[in-house]
C-alpha cells in the first residue's frame, strides 16, 4: 500500500489530471468488487495525501533520512 501512495503523490506533485488506471487480474473474486475495492483505496489514499505535509516528507527525502520519511508515511497511513 506505500507504493500505491507514493504513486499518487507523485502524481499529485506533478499536479496530474488525467486518467489512473487499475490493473488488476481478480482470479479469486468477484471482478466487479475487486475493482469497487480499488477506486475506493484509491480515494482513501487521495483523501490521505490532502493531509500530508509534502514539504516536511521531501526534507526528510533531501537528507536521505528514510527513518524520517517511513515515520511520515505510516502517521499519514494510519490516521483516521
Not at 34 to 44: D, E, F, K, R, V
Request: charged letters at 30%; aromatic letters at 6%.
Amino acid at each position: 500500500m506505500r507504493e500505491l501512495l507514493e504513486a499518487l503523490l507523485y502524481l499529485k506533485i506533478a499536479r496530474y489530471r488525467g486518467y489512473v488506471i487499475v490493473d488488476m487480474s481478480p482470479c479469486r473474486m468477484d471482478p466487479c468488487h475487486a475493482c469497487q475495492i480499488a477506486i475506493g483505496n484509491l480515494s482513501i489514499f487521495w483523501k490521505k495525501l490532502e493531509k500530508m505535509d509534502v514539504a516536511e516528507l521531501r526534507r526528510a527525502q533531501k537528507t536521505l533520512d528514510a527513518v524520517e520519511s517511513q515515520k511520515i508515511i505510516r502517521r499519514i497511513m494510519l490516521q483516521g
